[in-house]
């Protein structure tokens, strides 16, 4: 039988536009002798669409959109994932069209991701349906994790409908996994996933087919829409599985990310504050590649705590990207706000409260060219600094996207490398100088901070780990040390409640994969 | 059996506080001859815990308490809730202690609570247990609303523990449904709850006895911590349930959401920008009755649009209130700020970017002044502004907290004349004029929204009666402008996405009860 595998960038609630693909790829199959054509979880609604699973008008969409579907599916058959109404609660099914006409739906048995915990409800899950000459078993997302799933012994295939967010390390894992399955069950095995960004997530594709020996026999693209067909008759040759880099994913993951969130709200600028730091280069550098140089601006605002090299390195940065940027003085505005303001300090000396004042200029200048021209913000704040509250809020902490947050300084750092080789933008300075907010004489983050090697193990334990401030000592780190990274982790949460969206790239975004609560007494964990 | 019940404040994580409170409780209700004293659900721990729910460290606290707790208990049985620690999951859990020994724990069948869904694994649900001469049905949570428990014939005693938080209307519904349980399943009941704010949260209390003809023989405070002791064997007289006035019960629910807010943070002092309007009045007053005006200040911070009476009215409530207030005129740094930026808005007139700017400069002198002396800003956003996005981000939004972001404009007005009833502090002016920003020459609130009368029911029907557009339109409403209001909502959710914790008071708060995409076509829902 030959099978086709649509691996589509979906918007929740565009209803037409996803159908208009979905639509697209079954005559394609059509065309290309496919006798069935499989697309992802939630296809026709897009994914994660939140409480709009319980919006009655948003889930009659999904009905009348999948029934316009099945009457364009003449001739073939397809399996197609959407949100179905039940008795009062709603789960993620398979729709099983044949002849144009919907013959079954399928659930998912567990809900397990977070984005969807508080929304969708369980059902039965995985089950068999006979398509050509094949006993097919269809299961829906994370269903397909259930330990020891028993498929029987008449199961000639496997449809795992996923939409698996790209994470750190997930491809290869996910690969690895899969073959595993297809080999134990002794099933040949489809797994079809979403690509493209949905504002915080980014879905990577990789949707693939595995033969019943567990060998990879067709591989769709990482980030990037793709369409197959595989006669599943023919014993295909193995395909080797491409090595994983880690700093192209997360590129690729960036670029995805940042495209669809701009595609999909109807954006096309972006402005970003230049500090000749290695954040805001990236950042910059990133949004060239995705949006264009005519389409990227920066600001660059020194104050009278700006090293020269500042001004100079990010005079570079935007020459070497060929971006349009102002230099904006903020000493005046800051003298402004300082002497209106001081007055009421009783006498007390210069400290965060000033530095903080400068970098709520520097936000409330983006934000002013923002509303003037309909450039979009980009933060550029990191996860090292966000983890640890090293941020202004309502200073470096503006913006409507931030794509660097879930990346540590020291990835940043590996990301930056990355990009200077595909093509040199980023100046030496920015990337070999030591990390200064410069908001005082002479500051270096590490006055307040660790080094940011011993700072990211620190927190990559204590967030992506979740090790207590015991273990992470008794792993060989300074006990005090760990202690204070804590304490700030746990006392900056309140900073992290009030920022922007971070693109997911790891396995525990803040204030995402791990959720505190913003008042309680954490001293029983020290 | 004497049975006494214990409704106290807990502190998330404080297990020296929490076990200090409950054993204090215990000797109390030994002292007063009880047989039994019951806590509410996740006492020990304290509630929402969210991911401390998963935290080893954490649950073992609740363990080593919980032994500690039951070491103090003898001569006496003790009902007391916590999170517990089972296979691979952690669940809500009432601890059954006699003879100073936890003989059994009960667990929570249904998780059904947003704040815990993702942190908590369902159970078996309820037990009987055999305390005294007494069969005791011990019900977690919100396991008491399960369809047709069957508790069976045996039982005497229904005892629900309960973390029920204060939500407009809920505390009659809550003792109508316990008093038709008692009566229908022909056995007593005892219902314990939290008192207390747990950031965005307030526990309002009103434990109660019903005997089992459903009338209510003993009901704690609302509000307050409580202990009582009652003798189920005795014939206690009926009592009459107070009634609920709406506006009493959002005082007192803000009064301890506030308090404890500071308290359990470790806050003393709160400054409040105040504008002449009605959001900062009320917020203001509310402040001064709950931290004392010793503790509380007001910034007034007129622009060159300000009227003249906008400054008359902020002086006159501090001046009622006898607060500290002082007033920065904010048009130079206004002036520097705008002249500093404007060479780059490309010849483009006065807009909101220039309203925005000045909603800026407010929030960044309240931040310093925060930063420089410690005083919480208390944010003054309602509901109705933060649903259509009638605000400026990074301006009225900036705060710790915001304690009428879950009342419409409506409410607000409403709560003001509570106040003014208590003690007239709020000026006449504040609650007579037109609502205006007062950022651009002769605004109004009206000239970008409907008149609040006419927004706050079309909001109330979007947002808590969860109506699509076209039922409003179809209860009489103009569609035009129901779909204005609902355009509104959907694209200023990045604006709420970014902004301070709101104290719930309504059955859906804006980004809890209700989350959205922040990327999608809402077009589909029109």
Redesign the interface.
């Known amino acids: 039988m030959r099978v086709a595998i649509a691996q589509l960038d979906y918007?929740?609630?565009?209803?037409d536009?996803n159908k208009a693909k979905i639509v697209r790829s079954i005559r394609q199959a059509k065309a290309e002798g496919a006798q069935l054509v499989i697309f992802a979880e939630q296809a026709i609604s897009?994914r994660?669409?939140?409480?709009?699973l319980?919006?009655?008008?948003?889930l009659e969409?999904c009905q009348m959109t999948l029934e316009a579907i099945a009457e364009q599916s003449a001739g073939i058959s397809v399996i197609v994932g959407l949100p179905l109404a039940v008795d009062n609660a709603t789960i993620s099914a398979a729709a099983i069209i044949k002849e144009g006409k919907v013959i079954k739906y399928i659930g998912k048995r567990h809900v397990m991701s977070?984005d969807e915990?508080?929304?969708l409800g369980n059902s039965k899950g995985f089950e068999i349906v006979r398509i050509g000459d094949m006993n097919i078993a269809v299961v829906i997302g994370s269903d397909i994790h259930i330990h020891n799933l028993d498929f029987g012994s008449d199961t000639d295939l496997i449809v795992s409908l996923k939409s698996t967010a790209y994470s750190r390390g997930v491809v290869a894992k996910r690969h690895d996994f899969y073959a595993k399955m297809a080999y134990r069950k002794h099933a040949k095995l489809i797994v079809v996933n979403h690509i493209g960004g949905?504002?915080?997530i980014v879905y990577d594709g990789w949707s693939a087919v595995f033969n019943d020996r567990g060998e990879c026999i067709s591989l769709l693209k990482g980030f990037e829409e793709d369409f197959t067909t595989v006669d599943l008759g023919a014993d295909l040759p193995a395909i080797v599985l491409p090595e994983q880099d880690k700093d192209e994913n997360v590129y690729r993951a960036i670029r995805v990310g940042l495209k669809?969130?701009f595609v999909?709200?109807g954006f096309s600028k972006a402005v970003v504050g230049i500090s000749g730091g290695i954040d805001s280069a990236v950042t910059c550098a990133l949004a060239v590649e995705v949006l264009g140089r005519e389409n990227v601006r920066g600001l660059i605002m020194p104050s009278k705590y700006s090293s020269n090299h500042s001004v100079e390195d990010s005079v570079e940065l935007a020459q070497n990207l060929g971006i349009r940027h102002?230099i904006?003085?903020?000493t005046?505005?800051y003298?402004?706000?300082r002497?209106?303001?001081t007055p009421?300090?009783?006498g007390?000396p210069f400290?965060?409260?000033e530095e903080?004042?400068q970098a709520?200029?520097h936000?409330?200048?983006l934000?002013?060219?923002s509303?003037?021209?309909g450039y979009i913000v980009l933060n550029t704040n990191n996860k090292s600094e966000s983890a640890v509250g090293y941020t202004t809020?309502?200073g470096d902490t503006?913006g409507?996207f931030c794509i660097l947050g879930d990346l540590y300084k020291t990835e940043v750092y590996s990301l930056a490398r990355y990009i200077n080789r595909r093509n040199r933008v980023i100046p030496e300075n920015t990337l070999t100088k030591a990390p200064s907010a410069e908001l005082r004489p002479e500051q270096k983050d590490t006055d307040s901070l660790p080094e940011y090697e011993l700072l990211d193990a620190i927190l990559y334990r204590l967030i992506e780990e979740?090790q207590?401030v015991?273990e992470i000592a008794t792993a060989g780190f300074d006990y005090d040390t760990v202690k204070k990274v804590y304490t700030l982790f746990i006392k900056n949460g309140?900073k992290r409640?009030?920022?922007?969206?971070v693109l997911r790239l790891s396995t525990v975004t803040l204030g995402k994969g791990?959720?505190?609560?913003?008042?309680?007494?954490?001293?029983?964990?020290l």
Do not use: W
């Open positions: 918007t929740i609630g565009d209803f536009g897009g994660p669409a939140y409480d709009l319980n919006d009655p008008v948003f969409q977070r915990t508080l929304h949905q504002t915080d669809d969130f999909k709200n102002d904006i003085n903020i005046d505005t003298t402004s706000l002497e209106a303001i009421l300090f009783e007390k400290d965060a409260t903080n004042m709520r200029i936000g409330a200048m934000m002013a060219l509303n003037k021209l809020l309502y503006v409507s979740n207590s015991d309140y409640y009030q920022t922007p969206p791990k959720i505190l609560p913003l008042t309680y007494d954490f001293s029983c964990l």
